[in-house]
Nanobody, 123 residues
Framework: QVQLVESGGGSVQAGGSLRLSCAAS????????MGWFRQAPGKEREFVST????????YYVDSVKGRFTISRDNAKNTVYLQMNSLNPEDAAVYYC????????????????WGQGTQVTVSS
């Protein structure tokens, strides 16, 4: 089992920045690919970003490329999502998740999920 706890969400004006964190406990963190997803009201949960076991490779959905950066610190069992140039379309509940599949991008490929953290962006 892996337990995931997100933090860092909040309210920000358009153009602002937030840094989300996801702390993991349980099984060895470095064994897992980590991902970030988001879900806006009335919409399906969507993939945002994923990072490989050692942090050497990452992938982003097109809508956040150049604005969001995923990173991880295996010594701290934590994955981060730095979000810059936020716009109202980025507002959602953000979830981190853990997968045993390399650069997994679909919900079904992730085995463990956090409870989510709310991001609100005002125009």
């Amino acid at each position: 089992q892996v337990q995931l706890v997100e933090s860092g969400g909040g309210s920000v004006q358009a153009g602002g920045s937030l840094r989300l964190s996801c702390a993991a406990s349980g099984r060895r963190f470095s064994n897992y690919v980590m991902g970030w997803f988001r879900q806006a009201p009335g919409k399906e949960r969507e993939f945002v970003s994923t990072i490989s076991w050692n942090g050497g490779t990452s992938y982003y959905v097109d809508s956040v490329k150049g604005r969001f950066t995923i990173s991880r610190d295996n010594a701290k069992n934590t994955v981060y999502l730095q979000m810059n140039s936020l716009n109202p379309e980025d507002a959602a509940v953000y979830y981190c998740a853990a997968s045993s599949k390399y650069l997994a991008r679909s919900i079904s490929e992730y085995d463990y999920w956090g409870q989510g953290t709310q991001v609100t962006v005002s125009s």
